[in-house]
């Protein structure tokens, strides 16, 4: 019962593991963490990501330009490329070291390395998913602080949320569940069984018992 408790944890945690991490790499890798348009050029809108800024036309058409310098990025997007990669590298390492500890493979027979494994593999994904929690949530607070900036004139257009930072929240969370699967997956594994039901423990007293009277 308990080895089917704890499939049933290990192969939701895998399968949502894996998706999450598709998730937040298709976070990182897209142009639209921001995006603004303005009355003055209807016909055209402007995506910004980590890596590349682009032009949108309303005809379909779409131009985009790799930032020119690192140390000429704000510190919201150097945060987020710094977290957000560590978030991906992490989040693989974790999958990585997680496959060995499950319940159906059977690379590793020690139900204490499994369970090592395992619970290794799920906090990994827990610190993934907080890794990229953060600069995702990051960069939605300075475009919300600059979105409501009194000292700047109504005319100016703002940026506001992409469809990345919707993305990279639902990969966040997504790689925090999955680790947290994991871990109450590996917890279940290699649990010393029940005692013996009523009548089996009876017998082995009786059999106790009759074999101190013999020795007496």
Known sequence: ??????RALELPGMLLYAGAWLCVLGAVVSPRWLSMSTSMLPVESYELGL????VVQDM????????????GLSPDLKLGRVLTCASLAVGALGFMVAIPGLSLVNGCEEDGAKRTLGTA?????????????????YVAHVAVVRFFDDALPDVV???EF???????????????????????????????????????????????VLARAEYV
């Open 1 to 6: 019962m308990e080895g089917c408790a704890c």
């Open 51 to 54: 890596w590349e800024t682009c």
């Open 60 to 71: 379909g058409g779409m131009e985009c330009r790799a930032y020119d310098s690192l140390l």
């Open 121 to 137: 593999g799920g906090v990994l994904g827990i610190l993934s998913g907080v890794l990229c929690l953060i600069p995702v949530s």
């Open 157 to 159: 257009p703002r940026w």
């Open 162 to 208: 992409g469809d990345a930072l919707f993305c990279g929240w639902a990969g966040g969370f997504l790689l925090a569940l999955a680790g947290l699967l994991l871990v109450l997956a590996s917890r279940s594994t290699g649990r010393d069984p029940p005692p013996p039901a009523g009548p089996q423990r009876r017998y082995q007293v009786m059999n106790t």
